[in-house]
């Protein structure tokens, strides 16, 4: 993992993310896991780019190591794995900020969609670029 190549948020655990067991409830770490993937996107792209393009999930993989509690701050950081034409594929730690300990691990699968069709497309190679793992080739037009 290339460190520059990701992207975390830190965010407040809230009592509304508690469930009846007395920790953060497993669907709240799912939309952290989306919430850390739109504000990559956002960091990386600009307005005109993102209206461009949206993003459905194909899979989500969640792997639960240790629950969050309420009031703790969490880091959630994001990186992109191996990208296909229509597939991208995105891996998401939630760390505890306190003590860095691992809370959870996920992987999702993202296809770019065309926002006025709702159909699959591929992604302009600028855009592919950004997400790429390889190092970055700024005049890569060989694609």
């Known amino acids: ?14 009592p509304s993310d508690i469930d009846e067991l007395g920790h953060v409830n497993n669907i709240i770490y799912l939309r952290w896991v989306q919430d850390v993937a739109v504000a990559h996107w956002q960091a990386l792209t600009t307005p005109e780019e993102q209206k461009k393009t ?19 701050e969490i880091i959630v950081k994001t990186w992109i794995g ?49 997400f790429s793992s390889s190092p970055d080739q700024e005049h890569s037009s060989h694609h």
């Open 1 to 14: 993992m290339q460190e520059e190549k990701t992207h975390q948020i830190k965010i407040q655990v809230q």
């Open 54 to 72: 949206m993003w459905v999930v194909l899979r989500h993989e969640i792997d639960y190591k240790s629950p969050a509690m309420q009031d703790e």
């Open 82 to 130: 191996k990208a296909k034409r229509l597939s991208f594929e995105r891996n998401t730690e939630i760390i505890r900020a306190h003590d860095e300990k691992l809370l959870a691990r996920a992987r999702t699968l993202w296809c770019p969609v065309n926002p006025e069709t709702g159909r699959p497309q591929r992604l302009e190679p600028k855009i592919r670029d950004l």
